[in-house]
């Protein structure tokens, strides 16, 4: 069974900072491009950031040089260090994993909220 368990969201300061993390069982990480997507209240399903099995990673405009993508391979595990954050971050966060087959698994997502 395929699990993919996200967790580091909570209420954070603007201009503060969380890291989330995203364990994944059930299938062979290594081969996983990974990735963190995001979808804010009334809004759509976006892409954050992916990394591929080989460390490319890709980011969206609107986190660049904010947020940064890491995976643990030995731990089979994908991070999210996101700083400066700014009310307009304020989402529930899901991890996602895709293989060669572009077959998609999904996390329940991590909720984040940047708030005075």
């Known amino acids: 069974q395929v699990r993919l368990v996200e967790s580091g969201g909570g209420l954070v300061q603007p201009g503060g900072s969380l890291t989330l993390s995203c364990v994944v069982s059930?299938?062979?990480?290594?081969?996983?491009?990974m990735g963190w997507y995001r979808q804010a209240p009334g809004k759509q399903h976006e892409l954050v950031a992916t990394i591929t099995p080989v460390n490319t990673t890709n980011y969206a405009d609107f986190v660049k040089g904010r947020f940064t993508i890491l995976r643990a391979n030995a731990k089979n595990t994908v991070f999210l260090q996101m700083n400066n954050l700014q009310p307009e971050d304020t989402a529930v966060y899901y991890c996602n994993a895709q293989n060669r087959f572009r077959a998609d698994a999904w996390g329940q997502g991590t909720r984040v909220t940047v708030s005075s």
């Open positions: 059930g299938i062979n990480f290594s081969d996983q491009r």
